[in-house]
């Protein structure tokens, strides 16, 4: 390389961004991920032996799946070729399968292709990297924040190794903007006070890319001299220089998923503490509240039941003020049946007996209707015993007859078994009564 050449790779090293800057040379410096790329692991023995398979690096956003496959192409001297999965199409990666097989076989060079947000190309684009993945004319790298058991089909999952990609860790976020401010020049010290530092590493939430394009905003005002920072920047002044940090919530994401779970489990868990935690994360992350509201109602009658047969009416309610008023004052709507739901005696028995009931029509089919509980309402019905012996509950002793309303073949069957708790009790202590 001479003196031109390498002052040009100096230029375009510095007008990079600092994430591109800070990307590390060797699997040495790579940060993170030790559970699966750490030195003794099988994934980096394989590298080290130059085996490579192929691979779904699955994880959230700013946790290294980039930079792990740049380092991947590197060691294994590859051609590398990159797409997004956003900008493709069929007919494209079927190009790119073909180039990659020709390099193959006319100059025995090896290619990888980096597909990110693989989760977005559709089956039959999946199907066309089959053949080129099986044969190994490429070795595949996709990328993914989501769950590839969802969104990927089978065949091509059977075809490749799943490496699971965790968000940084603290520690690891504090390594990379130690580096980045090394990288800049600065003092750390003297941008950040050691509160601010852990606070910036809190904020990001796992995510590298994030963090380091935070401190290099963070190193741009500070070189800009700003008026009204007192420098180090501390804990209560770190919104004046960053933009306001976002929840990581994407309602297309396994965080949206994840949320919504633990918020459902958490009413169902009488927790109305964690359900308010769950239910502001989804505000703040932008969750419709009508959706929210929905999941409410349905929760009242799965999990709550007859427990407390108000639930439904509360949950209902709630439903119609969120769509009547919207946000932000739905909030208020949201918490008030979140925490009532949370706080109400539960029971899933009419669920379940529902669900019991559907397991026995499946299996037996369109049984026999008793004969008394058959329509009556024309002579030729009568003549054919419709009706016959039927008896009035409301003529009876206790407003109840003992006859028998279950096909022959299932009359022994219990599908509803109210709990002990609630207003269940009344129901289960009254339906011992009539039996009596």
Excluded at 5 to 19: F, I, M, R, V
Excluded at 102 to 110: I, V
Excluded at 241 to 263: L, P, Q, R, W
Excluded at 302 to 309: H, L, R, V
């Amino acid at each position: 390389m001479d003196l031109f050449e390498q002052a040009q790779n100096q230029y375009e090293d510095s007008t990079q961004p600092l994430a591109e800057q800070l990307r590390p040379k060797d699997f040495e410096d790579f940060v993170g991920q030790a559970h699966a790329l750490g030195p003794g692991t099988a994934l980096r023995k394989n590298i080290e032996t130059g085996w490579i398979q192929n691979l779904i690096l699955w994880g959230p956003p700013g946790s290294g799946k980039t930079t792990f496959a740049h380092l991947l192409a590197e060691k294994i001297d590859s051609e590398f070729v990159t797409v997004n999965a956003v900008d493709t199409g069929a007919k494209k990666l079927r190009e790119l399968g073909q180039q990659a097989r020709d390099r193959r076989l006319q100059f025995r060079r090896k290619t990888m292709l980096f597909i990110d947000e693989i989760h977005r190309l559709n089956k039959a684009q999946q199907d066309v990297l089959l053949p080129f993945a099986e044969k190994g004319d490429f070795v595949l790298v996709g990328a993914t924040t989501e769950n590839p058991s969802y969104e990927l089909n089978s065949a091509l999952l059977s075809r490749c190794r799943l490496v699971v990609f965790r968000p940084h860790t603290r520690e690891d976020l504090a390594r990379l903007m130690k580096r980045a401010a090394e990288r800049l020049s600065v003092p750390l010290d003297e941008l950040l006070t050691s509160e601010a530092q852990e606070d910036l590493c809190e904020r990001a939430s796992g995510d590298a890319r994030r963090l380091i394009n935070w401190f290099e905003q963070i190193a741009s005002v500070a070189q800009l001299k700003a008026e009204g920072i007192n420098w180090p920047v501390g804990r209560d002044q770190l919104s004046q220089v960053i933009e306001t940090a976002g929840i990581s919530y994407d309602k297309n994401s396994d965080e949206h998923y994840n949320c919504v779970s633990a918020f459902i489990k958490s009413v169902r868990g009488s927790d109305p503490d964690a359900a308010l935690y769950y239910l502001a994360r989804m505000l703040r992350g932008g969750e419709d509240p009508v959706f929210i509201a929905r999941r409410l109602v349905i929760l009242a009658s799965e999990d709550i039941g007859n427990a407390d047969p108000r639930a439904i009416t509360v949950a209902v309610s709630g439903l119609q003020a969120v769509e009547l008023i919207g946000m932000p004052e739905a909030r208020i709507s949201l918490a008030q049946v979140t925490t009532y739901l949370s706080s109400a005696p539960k029971s899933n028995r009419a669920y379940v007996g529902l669900e019991k009931a559907f397991k026995v029509v499946d299996k037996t089919g369109a049984l026999p209707i008793p004969l008394a509980l058959r329509s009556s309402r024309t002579q030729a019905m009568r003549d054919l015993g419709y009706g016959k012996d039927y008896v009035y509950t409301h003529d009876a002793p206790k407003g109840w007859a003992r006859q028998q309303y279950l096909p022959e073949s299932v009359k022994a069957e219990k599908f509803y078994e109210p709990v002990d708790r609630g207003f269940e009790k009344t129901i289960l202590q009254y339906l011992a009564w009539l039996r009596e």
